[in-house]
């Protein structure tokens, strides 16, 4: 810990919440070690942003790369943090050969769901015990208004049960994982009723299935609170755990696409200090069935905002600043008590 945060004498941030919900966040090659006293101070969950991903465990067929993984689940272990697994199965971030055959020609159903189950037992395999939980399938709900599903390789070659397939792969490999459903704009009431419906559908031919990942890339005004609780009581009306996978509060909304900001203005800290405040205070009501809740990022000088959607901008969407100290957002969700 540097010496300026040591004499501000902030909290633990997973001890104040230690009867709630577990704190994660997600991290990669750089942040382990830049961010690191954060991470063992105040943080008692991670997740890879990329590095476990398909394309990065598995880039070509049998050839297992499992280097940088291994070190963050040690680095979990070290620490006595959970580790979440993210993902076995999306339509993004996955080597074009899985869906191809030698001569380039579309893989059958067969080769791609022996494929799908090669990957999914070998890497949930490789970590029975040792991760708490997985993020089986994720992003497979398509947000027109006209589409259930998205169109992906998977959907095309194997059909619509590639996602129960999914699941049960990975309760085989590791009966004791928890398992979860991911997705992004899970609080906007047409797409949240897709995934309760897919869900459902899924706990209906007793697919085993634990809990739904709540993304929560969210901004300053979007999605409403109500929007939110009402997501959250509609998921937990299927018996299930709910996950915040993903958490960060953009200062800028969809439609502001300025590149000129050098710093959050005055406007954008109290929003979204006011966002965190009543966010944290509505989600601790739901504690008996949030059991996690992971930030996509650590600290403010790493964020995978910066540069998207609009390239050349800075984001500042996490509780810790550009210099890995506290924000008054931070000093407010833990101090409720």
Known sequence: MNQLQSKLNIPSFSDVYSDYFSIGAAINQRTIKSSKQLLIRHFNSITAENEMK???????????SFEIADQFVAFAEEHHMKM??????????????MFKTQDGSVASRELLLNRMKTHISTVVGRYKGRIHSWDVVNEVIDDSEDLFLRKSNYLEIVGEDFI????????EADSKALLFYNDYNECHPQKCDKIYKLVKSLLEKQVPIHGIG???HWNLTSPTLDNIRAAIEKYASLGLQ????ELDISVFDST??????????TEMIALQEERYEQ??????????????VTFWGV???YTWLDNFPVKGRKNWPLLFDVNQLPKKSFQKITSFR
């Open 242 to 245: 709910i996950q915040l996978t």
């Open 279 to 292: 966010l944290f205070s509505m989600i601790r009501e739901y504690r008996d069935v949030i059991s996690s």
């Open 84 to 97: 979440r697994g993210h993902t076995l199965v999306w339509h993004n971030q996955t080597p074009d050969w």
């Open 54 to 64: 398909p394309e990065n465990l598995q880039p070509d067929e049998n050839k297992f």
């Open 299 to 301: 600290a403010d000088d």
């Open 214 to 216: 709540m993304q929560g």
């Open 164 to 171: 129960e397939k999914a699941f049960r792969f990975a309760h």
């Open 256 to 265: 502001d696409g300025r590149t000129d900001l050098k710093e959050p203005t």
